[in-house]
């Protein structure tokens, strides 16, 4: 795919069509591309002067939210042909990398907010390939597939583009060179079919594992100033064709291990809002603390209601404000092997952050003066120790 969009002179898109029986062409109003003028004064003593009416969500409706935009396979074809023609519902659109121009601005003047907050402004030279890949990332989630097995390589053409931009080694989703953070992408279901792919084929830490949801990649969390709290000591995907290093992989076939501290939590959800954002009760071996989940569980709710849980701190600011957490459940304890569930920012405010990293005391441990006056002697701080994620 990246062969065939990439050398098109120009990719014909019919917008608005809803699957392939449907053409480029559709009934619409002969002036319907016209925007009308009108004439307004302002005040009792002003003059009328003529204005135009303008959709303000024009190119959002027409193109960013048309029938295209929720098949996943198409994102390809948008983000890597460099001219497109659109046709909507309602008019004829085209974009190259430096004008977007319709039948109702013919002459590309189309007013600044008409084409702001594209979701795929990646085409755009101006922005850096990680940044390229991290809005083509979150437009795919965000799209259907009519195959779960279609997942990996639906995106790969987009992928390999970008492989050798960022000299960097794939992971499904995820590239190895800012691995750390990535690791905390957030999904948010927004009502949707929120699940695993069945099958599967992806590993639980990439976020090409749940579907229904819009993926925030996250990939520039905590990039001024932050504190890593985990190691990574390897990673890797058993790919079906080596010579393809953005292709599909063997189902669940792969390994990330990691040095870094867990502690077992329990808790109790209580909706916090008609949004995605819910609170939980956080309680860290008798002690309770409060804390907020935001619209990042992968599938949280029924997947934990019977089993273990444990948090894993990746990332916290240096001010010490946050803490990034993946939320882990074991595959099998002994061996240390998990699969991740979650994503959880923790809030410092009432002392959670302090809990996290400790446990009921086993032996001698040093704490703060401060420590017995609060009731923390009683703790040790989690030794780091190796971990698999599947």
């Known amino acids: 795919m990246t062969d065939v969009y990439g050398n098109s002179a120009l990719t014909i898109v019919a917008a608005h069509a809803r699957d392939g029986t449907e053409g480029l062409f559709c009934n619409r109003p002969p002036l319907g591309t016209k925007a009308p003028i009108i004439n307004c004064s302002w005040g009792p003593n002003s003059q009328p002067e003529p204005y135009c009416l303008v959709d303000h969500r024009l190119w959002i409706n027409s193109v960013e939210n048309c029938h295209l935009s929720s098949r996943a396979w198409t994102v390809q074809e948008r983000f890597l042909s460099t001219k497109r023609l659109y046709f909507t519902e309602h008019q004829v659109f085209y974009r190259c990398a430096t004008h977007e121009v319709c039948e109702s601005f013919p002459a590309g003047e189309t007013p600044s907010q008409l084409i702001e907050n594209m979701a795929l402004q990646s085409v755009k030279s101006s922005l850096e390939p990680r940044e390229k890949w991290v809005r083509a990332a979150e437009v795919y989630s965000r799209a259907c597939l009519t195959k779960d097995t279609d997942k990996i390589v639906a995106i790969a053409g987009i992928a390999e583009n970008l492989h050798a931009a960022l000299g960097d080694e794939y992971l499904v989703g995820l590239w190895r060179g800012n691995l750390v953070h990535e690791l905390l992408w957030r999904s948010s279901s927004n009502g949707g079919d929120q699940s ?70 329990y808790w109790s959800p209580r909706k916090y809002s008609d949004g995605d954002w819910r609170k939980y009760q956080i309680t860290f071996e008798g002690e309770q603390k409060g804390a907020l989940i935001t619209t990042n569980p992968d599938d949280l709710e029924d997947a934990l209601r019977d089993r273990r849980i444990f948090l894993l701190p990746v990332l916290s600011t240096e001010e010490g404000q946050s803490i990034e957490c993946l939320v882990l459940t074991p595959v099998i304890e002994q061996a240390r092997i998990y699969e991740r569930v979650g994503h959880y920012t923790m809030s410092s405010d009432n002392g959670g952050d302090w809990y996290l990293f400790r446990q009921r005391k086993k032996g001698n441990d040093s704490v703060p ?22």
């Open 196 to 265: 695993r792919p069945d099958p599967c084929l992806a590993l639980t830490w990439s976020w090409m594992a749940v579907k229904g949801v819009a993926v925030d990649i996250n990939s520039t969390i905590c990039s001024s100033g932050c504190n890593h709290h985990i190691n990574i000591i390897h990673a890797s995907v058993d790919l079906v064709d080596p010579s393809r290093p953005t292709g599909d992989i063997h189902q669940r076939s792969g390994i990330l291990q990691i040095r870094g501290s867990l502690k077992q939590v």
């Open 369 to 390: 003066w401060w420590g017995s006056w609060l009731g923390y002697s009683d703790w040790e701080r989690i030794p780091k120790a190796d971990l698999c994620i599947i």
